[in-house]
Nanobody
Framework: QVQLVESGGGLVQPGGSLRLSCAAS???????IGWFRQAPGKEREGVSC????????YYSDSVKGRVTISRDNAKHTVYLEMNSLKPEDTAVYYC?????????????????WGQGTPVTVSS
């Protein structure tokens, strides 16, 4: 059974940093893993993705230059390092997989999701 568990969210001041983790079980983490977020009253949006194999990375324009995605297959974990956080980054962050080797930007392609970890950026 595929299971993804996010952690690392919390309250941080503007300009601060957080590292989110996505721990996988039930599969070998050789799939692409994506991070999405959903702010209150808004639709879920893609943030970043890392493919399998070549570990190609993708970032949304809203986080590019401030966020780094990485993966440690030995630990079955994908990380999202977020720096220079802004109040508009406040959202619940979810990791998911489309169960392929390559990233998809379409939320509908993702068939397994974690429960989410909340991030609040506020002074």
């Amino acid at each position: 059974q595929v299971q993804l568990v996010e952690s690392g969210g919390g309250l941080v001041q503007p300009g601060g940093s957080l590292r989110l983790s996505c721990a996988a079980s039930g599969f070998t983490l050789d799939y692409a893993i994506g991070w999405f977020r959903q702010a209150p009253g808004k639709e879920r949006e893609g943030v970043s993705c890392i493919s399998s194999g070549d570990r190609r990375t993708y970032y949304s324009d809203s986080v590019k230059g401030r966020v780094t995605i990485s993966r440690d297959n030995a630990k079955h974990t994908v990380y999202l390092e977020m720096n220079s956080l802004k109040p508009e980054d406040t959202a619940v962050y979810y990791c998911g997989t489309d169960r392929t080797l390559y990233c998809s930007s379409r939320e509908s392609d993702y068939s397994a999701w974690g429960q989410g970890t909340p991030v609040t950026v506020s002074s």
